[in-house]
Every structure is written in structure tokens, then in C-alpha cells.
């Protein structure tokens, strides 16, 4: 990822990435989901969602409320 992003959120379970995402753009952010698991073990590696470097806090506040 190019400099600027910061990951807020992050899951093996690409359900879980993908709902946080969904909240995040909900309340405007802009933000990228990153599948990171491994393609024959899906439960190996991540999915990450990243979000501009300016809007952490914001993001992270909102994600947290929701106990995802």
C-alpha cells in the first residue's frame, strides 16, 4: 500500500473486513479492502482494511462503537 493508508481494521474472516469496510464508506470515509489471505488456505493471512492516515482516529472511533 502506498504511503498515506493506515490499516484500521484487520481479520481472517473476509465477511468481518468486508462489514467494517461497508461502515466505514457508510459514514464517508474513503478506504480499501486488502485481502491478504492465502488463495488455497483462506484461513491463513489476513484481510486488512486501510484508510487515509488523517482519518485513524476517526475511523477507529466508529469501528469500535460497533465491536466488530
Known amino acids: ?3 498515506g493508508w ?3 481494521y484487520s ?4 465477511h ?3 462489514l467494517a469496510k461497508a461502515l466505514l464508506e457508510e459514514n464517508q470515509f474513503e478506504c480499501v479492502l486488502l485481502d491478504k489471505r ?3 488456505y ?3 493471512g489476513e484481510a486488512e482494511v486501510f ?3 488523517r482519518d485513524v482516529l476517526k475511523a477507529k472511533f466508529i469501528l469500535d462503537r460497533k465491536e466488530l
Not at 11 to 14: A, D, E, G, T, V
Open 1 to 3: 500500500m502506498e504511503n
Open 6 to 8: 493506515v490499516v484500521v
Open 11 to 14: 481479520s481472517n474472516k473476509l
Open 16 to 18: 468481518l473486513a468486508k
Open 38 to 40: 492465502d488463495s488455497l
Open 42 to 44: 483462506i484461513t491463513l
Open 51 to 53: 484508510v487515509r492516515d
